[in-house]
Protein backbone atom coordinates (compact mmCIF):
# COMPACT_ATOMS: atom_id res chain seq x y z
CA UNK A 1 0.00 0.00 0.00
CA UNK A 2 1.33 3.66 -0.53
CA UNK A 3 2.40 5.82 1.87
CA UNK A 4 2.16 9.72 1.97
CA UNK A 5 1.99 12.44 4.53
CA UNK A 6 -0.38 13.48 6.71
CA UNK A 7 -0.02 17.07 8.85
CA UNK A 8 -2.28 18.50 11.56
CA UNK A 9 -2.27 21.21 14.21
CA UNK A 10 -0.46 20.82 17.56
CA UNK A 11 -1.97 23.17 20.02
CA UNK A 12 1.11 22.48 22.44
CA UNK A 13 2.89 25.31 24.30
CA UNK A 14 5.98 27.15 22.33
CA UNK A 15 8.19 28.42 23.99
CA UNK A 16 8.65 32.84 22.80
CA UNK A 17 11.79 35.26 22.61
CA UNK A 18 10.04 37.64 25.19
CA UNK A 19 11.85 38.84 27.92
CA UNK A 20 11.75 37.08 30.86
CA UNK A 21 10.60 33.85 28.40
CA UNK A 22 7.37 32.97 28.62
CA UNK A 23 5.87 29.85 27.17
CA UNK A 24 2.77 30.51 25.02
CA UNK A 25 0.01 28.04 23.45
CA UNK A 26 0.57 28.51 19.92
CA UNK A 27 -1.11 26.19 17.07
CA UNK A 28 2.71 24.30 15.16
CA UNK A 29 2.48 22.22 12.32
CA UNK A 30 2.79 18.42 12.70
CA UNK A 31 3.59 16.17 9.94
CA UNK A 32 4.68 11.99 9.47
CA UNK A 33 4.59 10.00 6.85
CA UNK A 34 1.63 7.25 7.69
CA UNK A 35 0.46 4.36 4.96
CA UNK A 36 -2.68 3.97 3.33
CA UNK A 37 -4.69 1.47 4.00
CA UNK A 38 -7.74 1.93 1.43
CA UNK A 39 -11.01 3.08 1.44
CA UNK A 40 -13.76 2.51 3.93
CA UNK A 41 -15.88 -0.53 3.19
CA UNK A 42 -13.01 -1.19 0.86
CA UNK A 43 -10.53 -3.25 2.68
CA UNK A 44 -7.82 -4.41 -0.11
CA UNK A 45 -8.29 -8.44 -0.09
CA UNK A 46 -5.53 -9.87 1.48
CA UNK A 47 -5.09 -14.03 1.86
CA UNK A 48 -3.04 -13.49 4.89
CA UNK A 49 -6.28 -11.76 6.81
CA UNK A 50 -7.75 -14.22 9.38
CA UNK A 51 -10.44 -11.60 10.40
CA UNK A 52 -13.81 -11.78 9.34
CA UNK A 53 -15.25 -9.93 6.82
CA UNK A 54 -17.81 -7.84 5.91
CA UNK A 55 -19.96 -8.48 2.50
CA UNK A 56 -18.63 -5.87 -0.55
CA UNK A 57 -21.62 -3.88 0.43
CA UNK A 58 -20.34 -0.21 0.37
CA UNK A 59 -17.79 1.85 -1.18
CA UNK A 60 -16.47 5.33 0.00
CA UNK A 61 -14.60 8.43 -1.06
CA UNK A 62 -13.12 8.04 3.09
CA UNK A 63 -9.39 7.11 3.11
CA UNK A 64 -8.11 4.92 6.02
CA UNK A 65 -5.10 5.01 7.96
CA UNK A 66 -4.60 2.70 11.02
CA UNK A 67 -3.16 4.41 14.57
CA UNK A 68 -2.34 4.17 18.36
CA UNK A 69 -5.08 5.83 20.40
CA UNK A 70 -1.77 7.13 22.46
CA UNK A 71 -0.10 9.06 19.91
CA UNK A 72 0.08 12.88 19.37
CA UNK A 73 -2.29 12.96 16.08
CA UNK A 74 -5.08 11.58 18.51
CA UNK A 75 -5.47 14.81 20.02
CA UNK A 76 -4.14 16.93 17.03
CA UNK A 77 -7.41 15.41 15.31
CA UNK A 78 -10.05 15.98 17.84
CA UNK A 79 -9.94 13.85 20.40
CA UNK A 80 -10.85 9.88 20.43
CA UNK A 81 -13.23 10.97 23.39
CA UNK A 82 -15.19 12.87 20.70
CA UNK A 83 -14.50 10.37 17.81
CA UNK A 84 -12.54 13.05 16.30
CA UNK A 85 -12.80 15.93 13.35
CA UNK A 86 -10.02 17.54 13.59
CA UNK A 87 -8.68 19.10 10.49
CA UNK A 88 -5.44 17.49 8.62
CA UNK A 89 -4.41 17.74 5.37
CA UNK A 90 -2.71 14.63 3.06
CA UNK A 91 -0.22 14.63 0.73
CA UNK A 92 0.33 12.19 -2.07
CA UNK A 93 3.36 12.45 -4.68
CA UNK A 94 3.78 9.95 -6.83
CA UNK A 95 6.76 10.47 -8.90
CA UNK A 96 6.68 8.03 -11.18
CA UNK A 97 3.62 10.02 -13.02
CA UNK A 98 4.64 12.89 -11.76
CA UNK A 99 1.35 13.79 -10.42
CA UNK A 100 0.54 15.18 -6.44
CA UNK A 101 -2.89 14.90 -4.68
CA UNK A 102 -3.40 17.19 -1.35
CA UNK A 103 -6.60 16.34 0.27
CA UNK A 104 -8.08 18.41 3.41
CA UNK A 105 -10.39 17.75 5.42
CA UNK A 106 -11.58 16.21 9.08
CA UNK A 107 -9.94 13.33 10.79
CA UNK A 108 -12.42 10.87 12.32
CA UNK A 109 -11.54 7.55 14.95
CA UNK A 110 -13.11 4.10 15.14
CA UNK A 111 -12.07 1.25 17.52
CA UNK A 112 -13.45 -1.83 18.76
CA UNK A 113 -16.92 -0.13 20.06
CA UNK A 114 -17.63 0.92 16.09
CA UNK A 115 -21.05 0.00 16.46
CA UNK A 116 -22.09 1.17 20.26
CA UNK A 117 -24.74 3.38 20.90
CA UNK A 118 -22.92 6.04 22.45
CA UNK A 119 -22.59 9.40 21.07
CA UNK A 120 -18.78 10.26 19.97
CA UNK A 121 -19.59 6.97 17.94
CA UNK A 122 -22.67 8.09 16.30
CA UNK A 123 -21.38 11.06 15.16
CA UNK A 124 -18.20 9.64 13.38
CA UNK A 125 -21.11 6.75 11.74
CA UNK A 126 -23.20 9.95 10.60
CA UNK A 127 -20.14 11.78 9.41
CA UNK A 128 -18.88 8.75 7.21
CA UNK A 129 -21.66 7.30 6.26
CA UNK A 130 -22.43 10.29 4.23
CA UNK A 131 -19.70 9.87 2.51
CA UNK A 132 -20.44 6.31 1.17
CA UNK A 133 -22.63 4.56 -1.28
CA UNK A 134 -23.99 1.27 -2.17
CA UNK A 135 -21.40 -0.75 -3.85
CA UNK A 136 -21.92 -1.70 -7.93
CA UNK A 137 -20.55 -4.89 -7.96
CA UNK A 138 -22.13 -7.81 -8.06
CA UNK A 139 -21.32 -9.32 -5.06
CA UNK A 140 -22.52 -6.09 -3.61
CA UNK A 141 -26.25 -6.63 -5.66
CA UNK A 142 -25.99 -9.83 -4.54
CA UNK A 143 -26.17 -9.05 -0.75
CA UNK A 144 -28.06 -6.34 -1.53
CA UNK A 145 -30.85 -9.39 -2.61
CA UNK A 146 -30.30 -11.56 0.20
CA UNK A 147 -30.96 -9.05 2.80
CA UNK A 148 -34.41 -8.19 1.14
CA UNK A 149 -34.68 -12.22 1.15
CA UNK A 150 -33.79 -13.21 4.49
CA UNK A 151 -35.62 -13.15 7.53
CA UNK A 152 -34.97 -10.42 10.61
CA UNK A 153 -32.83 -13.12 12.05
CA UNK A 154 -30.55 -14.07 9.04
CA UNK A 155 -30.60 -9.83 8.21
CA UNK A 156 -29.49 -9.76 11.72
CA UNK A 157 -26.15 -11.85 11.04
CA UNK A 158 -25.37 -10.61 7.45
CA UNK A 159 -25.88 -6.77 7.75
CA UNK A 160 -22.91 -4.99 7.24
CA UNK A 161 -21.10 -3.95 11.01
CA UNK A 162 -18.63 -0.81 11.30
CA UNK A 163 -16.57 -3.46 14.10
CA UNK A 164 -16.39 -5.82 12.04
CA UNK A 165 -14.74 -3.10 9.36
CA UNK A 166 -12.32 -2.04 12.27
CA UNK A 167 -11.62 -5.74 13.46
CA UNK A 168 -10.89 -6.56 9.79
CA UNK A 169 -8.37 -3.81 9.58
CA UNK A 170 -6.31 -4.75 12.85
CA UNK A 171 -6.27 -7.95 10.76
CA UNK A 172 -4.88 -6.70 8.41
CA UNK A 173 -1.86 -5.66 10.35
CA UNK A 174 1.06 -8.40 10.31
CA UNK A 175 1.39 -10.34 13.57
CA UNK A 176 4.28 -8.14 14.68
CA UNK A 177 2.44 -5.29 13.14
CA UNK A 178 -0.62 -5.98 15.79
CA UNK A 179 2.15 -6.60 18.54
CA UNK A 180 3.20 -2.61 17.80
CA UNK A 181 -0.01 -1.79 19.73
CA UNK A 182 1.06 -3.00 22.83
CA UNK A 183 4.17 -1.16 22.80
CA UNK A 184 5.19 1.21 25.60
CA UNK A 185 3.01 4.52 24.88
CA UNK A 186 4.80 6.36 21.40
CA UNK A 187 6.66 9.39 22.40
CA UNK A 188 7.11 8.80 26.54
CA UNK A 189 10.39 9.09 27.77
CA UNK A 190 12.29 5.52 27.36
CA UNK A 191 13.67 6.35 31.12
CA UNK A 192 10.49 6.10 32.55
CA UNK A 193 9.86 2.00 31.63
CA UNK A 194 7.33 0.39 29.50
CA UNK A 195 4.87 1.49 31.94
CA UNK A 196 1.73 -0.47 32.39
CA UNK A 197 2.04 -4.37 32.27
CA UNK A 198 1.83 -6.28 30.03
CA UNK A 199 3.52 -3.45 27.99
CA UNK A 200 6.87 -4.37 25.35
CA UNK A 201 8.69 -3.83 22.43
CA UNK A 202 8.80 -6.81 19.54
CA UNK A 203 5.36 -9.00 20.61
CA UNK A 204 3.49 -10.38 18.14
CA UNK A 205 0.01 -10.80 18.02
CA UNK A 206 -2.33 -13.37 16.49
CA UNK A 207 -5.32 -12.91 18.59
CA UNK A 208 -7.93 -10.41 16.47
CA UNK A 209 -9.01 -9.58 20.31
CA UNK A 210 -5.87 -9.17 22.50
CA UNK A 211 -7.60 -6.73 24.95
CA UNK A 212 -4.30 -4.33 25.34
CA UNK A 213 -3.71 -4.06 21.51
CA UNK A 214 -7.72 -3.69 20.70
CA UNK A 215 -7.45 -0.79 24.00
CA UNK A 216 -4.86 1.04 21.60
CA UNK A 217 -5.77 0.03 18.13
CA UNK A 218 -7.84 2.77 16.27
CA UNK A 219 -8.99 3.13 12.35
CA UNK A 220 -8.36 7.01 11.59
CA UNK A 221 -11.34 8.00 8.91
CA UNK A 222 -9.92 10.46 6.57
CA UNK A 223 -12.88 12.36 5.24
CA UNK A 224 -12.08 14.74 2.27
CA UNK A 225 -13.89 18.16 1.47
CA UNK A 226 -11.15 19.51 -1.11
CA UNK A 227 -8.61 17.77 -3.24
CA UNK A 228 -6.12 20.15 -4.83
CA UNK A 229 -4.90 18.06 -8.38
CA UNK A 230 -1.68 18.90 -9.97
CA UNK A 231 -0.54 17.03 -13.24
CA UNK A 232 3.46 17.53 -14.02
CA UNK A 233 3.69 14.98 -16.55
CA UNK A 234 4.11 17.41 -19.22
CA UNK A 235 6.64 19.83 -17.87
CA UNK A 236 5.51 21.95 -21.06
CA UNK A 237 1.86 21.96 -20.05
CA UNK A 238 1.09 21.25 -16.13
CA UNK A 239 -2.25 21.23 -14.77
CA UNK A 240 -4.05 21.69 -11.85
CA UNK A 241 -7.46 21.78 -10.38
CA UNK A 242 -9.02 22.21 -7.56
CA UNK A 243 -12.25 19.64 -6.18
CA UNK A 244 -14.54 21.31 -3.70
CA UNK A 245 -17.41 19.35 -1.84
CA UNK A 246 -20.63 21.31 -1.40
CA UNK A 247 -23.89 19.72 -0.65
CA UNK A 248 -22.93 16.10 -1.08
CA UNK A 249 -21.91 16.99 -4.28
CA UNK A 250 -18.05 17.56 -5.95
CA UNK A 251 -17.45 20.47 -8.20
CA UNK A 252 -13.79 21.36 -10.27
CA UNK A 253 -12.26 24.14 -10.86
CA UNK A 254 -8.83 24.72 -13.30
CA UNK A 255 -6.43 26.60 -11.69
CA UNK A 256 -2.96 27.69 -13.35
CA UNK A 257 -0.61 25.43 -11.59
Given at each position: MPA????????GPMKTTTS???TAARPQPRARTVVFRGFW???PANPHNPAPRNPQYWQSEVLCITTDVRMAKVDELGGDENGGGGLFEA???MPDIMTQWRIRGRGYFLGQDADDDVDKCSLVRDQVQSRMWRASSEEGQECRQG???SSETDRATKLWSWAREVTAHFGNLSPMMRGSFRNPAPGTALSSGPGREGLGQGQSVEDLHDALAREN???VLLVPDEVDYVDLSDSSKAKRWLYTIDGGEWGAQELWP
Open positions: FTISTIHDPPVGELVFWLEEFRV
